[in-house]
């Protein structure tokens, strides 16, 4: 892959971990408490920041808070037309849904297609009070009327740039970059 | 991304291991979907998929309905005793008809090993071979390997035991095919009637007693006895077919202590297995095979869909 002209950085670790405590902080506020409240990240970014948020809120309330994972790939409206296929996750959803307020959790929000898909999803799992969504990056250019209750960060874009998060856990670091495609 | 780079699915023994890892983890994802309230996705909405049966089965072809229905594909089943192959049209002339109804995959299930290669050269449909004669059964072949890992972690380094007519079933040639491409010991066992003359060329063991098989397997894989080759003097009776090669709680013991036992079903109870062992949850996974069947035929449709890009 040929180098990226433009690489930078516009999030670090220390400014992706305020943001994640404010959204905790906010999830609390807007919900007054945890009850019935659970958290979906949607894989493979938004399973750690789901986990970070888990950790963050249940530090607060003092009592742990359900976490499932989602793929959303056999949701997707696009996959009759390729047949390269992004590889199959396992989707976690070890609790009913069903009278729940459930966040879900991704790491950027871009045409609102993979939320969509994950909205499909879940009602498929149960039928949930409430579907409210937590991003760190919100980088605009919605193609749905989607939009997100809890934004770590508005991140205007060109479509010609890609925002990537790089998280610890799968990347070995925490920042956002913005960098132009190739 | 990845892709299968196939258009069909005909036989293990064209497969790479990773084309058989790829087909086994995306199964394994598939897993959840049959535990839901609702099992159901709607990945491949629109798409029809045609289950084209020549020969009786109902494990497998349920197997393909179910996992396509799963999947939200229109599926349509039909077997040669209800078409207009009992009026006497050939596979080549019934395939090209239900090509021009446009159909994106076809189920074949056939007696004569490479129909579904045949098909596969005339018709634009992915073909997915549910049986073809003596040669191969992929699909079956892909479920045992999904549950062996399952249950061992692994599939490389195991020693796999599989006990029965080598000669005529296609259920241990794929096995075979998959097990030594993924790094497992295979040996078999069976009369010599039914024990093809150079099995050994495919890289197992061969051996004409069970026991011999057995000793020190992980797996130990049954395979049915067709009752209608006893009347070519393939074997004499089922009572001395079953005093030589029928897995009991004795010969069982040569296998490890965690051993599992497998059978691809339908089970001719106390002929190759001992009704005791087929029904005892510590070892037997029969069940599991069935269920993980589902999810493997789920992954061959989902990773043979989509578009032709590059």
Redesign the interface.
Known sequence: MPENKDHKIVMDREGIERCLTRIAYEILEKNKGMDNLVLVGIRTGGIYLAERLQKKISAIEGKNIPLGIL?IT??RDD??????????????IPFDLTDKKVILVDDVLFTGRTIRAAM??LI???RPKMIQLAVLIDRGHRELPIRADYVGKNLPSSLWEAVSVHLLEKNGTDEVVIEEET | ????GKKDILGIRDMTPDEIRLIL??A???L??ST???K????????SVINLFYEASTRTRTSFEIAGKR?SADTINISASSSSVVKGETLIDTARNLEAMNPDIIVLRHSAAGAPHLLASLVRQSIINAGDGANEHPSQALLDMMTIREKKGRIDGLKVAIIGDILHSRVARSNIHGLTKMGARVAVAGPATMMPRDIERLGVEAHLKIDDAIVDADVVMMLRIQLERQKQNIFPSLREYAQRFCLNRRNLQLARPDAIVMHPGPMNRGVEISPDIADDPGCSVILDQVNNGVAVRMALF??L?????E
């Open positions: 793929d056999l949701y996959i009759a037309r390729s047949n390269k296929k992004a590889p199959l996750g396992k989707t976690k499909d999803a498929d799992f149960g | 991304m990845m892709k299968l983890d995306t394994e994802s598939f959840e979907i839901r309230d609702i159901k996705v709607p990945t491949l909405r629109g798409k999947l989902y990773l869909s989509g578009g032709n890009d």
